[in-house]
């Protein structure tokens, strides 16, 4: 795999003329499309500022790119913290086409992105469903080991819907979309994960398939119920009968092991982050932690990240962390716990006292004494409202209880 993304951008760089103009990105908005599974196409709006800066847009989500480097007629763009990457090379009218790569896990997405094209979805037909309000969802129904939960939570005006999956581990991002006629279809591109939901619905139901990238595919199934509550996020993970603290030893950027035990984190409220450079989800939670951190770790609070990668070096795995951290200026410790893999069956090994590791972000609260107090599963991102609000006022509330003790 690793010759095919070799021979891939060495066609783009070679396959130009000497002759041929260098062209880059014109200012503006375009429409990009990854080609998924069943023909499908999974699109998402950028738009361009500056040759070497843009903007990718999600519904509310807005992320800006300026990592965007030229090589004769070729283009390459990095998203932001995130590992993947596009690579392409210009066509006419401004178009570009090739590919989304994400090396660490061998993947290869075929894309295209057209000049002055706005819309998002092009509806065939007005709509005539509306998918506003809460929808009890089952992914994977009824296949063994694969089902799961989630709230559905959707706000349409006219044909455009925004919205989102809440799962029991996090959420699938800001979704924006359209409904055609009675067709749902809703997409996320973040640098890391790129998501697409069609459906067919009814007034009371909906029924479909869930796309990431051209590797995975699965169906769901919905029904309203504005009542519909996910189990609570504080009761998924927790010790093992025997164990009522958290032992760990993992190296910082420096090769310097650290624990819980070291001089730093006495009598201190201790928030232990479970995450990975590659999650969306770890890194809305990093945003919120490094803010609340920097408000309040002169009254004796104390985060640490124990970041579980899958790069296949750990060269490649610091390089990931450092990149993250210098992005939204972390100054808190994240020291590597594993890589080469970000499976949980290997991550709860290295953490034995848990009952498993369900979720990637998932933290766990340590009280001045060094005992665990509480393990919140997941983390409901800005995209979620009102949760997410929710999340911040008893998360601040909880880590002020502690310090009071």
């Not at 040759?51 to 965007?68: G, Q, R, W, Y």
């Not at 090379?89 to 894309?111: C, H, M, N, Q, Y």
């Not at 919205?163 to 581990?169: E, V, Y």
């Not at 998932?362 to 004494?369: A, E, L, P, R």
Request: proline fraction near 3%; glycine fraction near 6%.
């Amino acid at each position: 795999m690793r010759y095919i993304f070799t021979c891939l951008i060495a066609i783009m760089l070679f396959s130009c003329t000497d002759e041929k103009k260098q062209e880059t990105l014109k200012t503006g908005t375009y429409r990009a499309v990854l080609e998924v599974q069943d023909k499908e196409e999974l699109p998402f709006i950028f738009e361009v500022e500056s040759p070497t800066k843009l903007k990718i847009f999600n519904a509310e989500e807005v992320i800006e790119v300026d990592e965007v480097e030229y090589r004769n007629d070729s283009i390459f763009i990095k998203a932001p913290v995130f590992e993947g990457y596009f690579a392409g090379v210009f066509e006419d009218d401004f178009a570009i086409k090739g590919t989304f790569i994400k090396e660490s896990l061998d993947r290869v997405v075929p894309f295209y992105a057209q000049y002055e094209r706005l819309e998002r979805f092009y509806a065939s037909n007005s709509a005539n469903k509306s998918v506003t309000g809460i929808w009890e969802t089952v992914f994977s129904k009824g296949i063994e080991g694969e089902e799961y939960i989630a709230k559905g939570i959707f706000k349409q005006e006219g044909d455009k819907v925004t919205g989102t999956f809440r799962t029991t581990t996090g959420d699938y991002r800001y979704l924006e979309g359209v409904m055609d006629g009675n067709k749902l279809k809703l997409s996320t591109f973040d640098g890391a994960h790129a998501f697409l939901f069609t459906a067919i619905v009814t007034d009371s139901t909906m029924e479909g398939s869930f796309y990431s990238g051209n590797h995975w595919k699965e169906p769901f199934v919905a029904k309203r119920n504005e009542a519909y509550e996910l189990p609570s996020a504080n009761d998924l993970t927790f010790l093992k009968d025997g164990y009522d603290s958290l032992e760990f030893s993992f190296p910082d950027e420096n090769g310097n092991m650290v624990s819980l035990n070291d001089e730093r984190f006495e009598n201190k409220v201790v928030i232990v982050q479970i995450m990975g450079t590659w999650c969306p989800n770890c890194l809305d939670e990093s945003k919120y932690y490094t803010k609340f951190y920097q408000a309040n770790a002169e009254r004796g609070v104390e985060i640490v990240a124990l970041a579980f990668e899958y790069a296949k070096t750990e060269e490649k795995a610091f390089n990931s962390i450092n990149r993250l951290r210098e992005k939204l200026n972390i100054s808190y410790p994240i020291l590597l716990a594993q890589y080469g893999t970000s499976d949980k069956a290997k991550a709860q090994e290295k953490l034995p006292m848990l009952n498993h590791v369900l979720s990637y972000p998932t933290s766990i609260f340590v009280d001045k004494t060094g005992k665990v107090r509480k393990i919140h599963t997941g983390f409901n991102g800005p995209a979620t409202g009102k949760k997410y609000e929710d999340f911040k006022t008893e998360f601040e509330g909880f880590i002020d209880a502690l310090l009071a003790e």
